[in-house]
């Protein structure tokens, strides 16, 4: 649905109310690096590693979700993010 903003506001929320919450971090990485908000992005991105550091574009692209096209956009962003 391409509404950024509104995510962010909703992935922020999830990470300030369970900071360990990865899910929350990697949306935060996402969504910034979709919005153009590189600094942003690699400070969530730091966060995903702190919570795993094994975390990788692999297990993005490994997920289930059926919709490829999402999966990619999601990829891309975080690899712009700095994930590896």
């Not at 969530?44 to 702190?50: G, N, P, S």
């Not at 094994?54 to 975080?78: Q, V, W």
């Amino acid at each position: 649905m391409e509404q950024y903003e509104k995510a962010l506001v909703s992935y922020k929320k999830a990470a300030e109310l369970e900071p360990n919450n990865i899910f929350a971090h990697i949306g935060i990485a996402c969504t910034c690096s979709l919005l153009g908000l590189m600094k942003e992005a690699r400070t969530a991105v730091k966060y995903v590693i702190k919570i795993n550091p094994n975390f990788s574009i692999d297990d993005i692209e490994k997920s289930p979700n059926k919709n490829k096209i999402l999966t990619k956009r999601r990829a891309d962003a975080l690899r712009k993010a700095g994930l590896k």
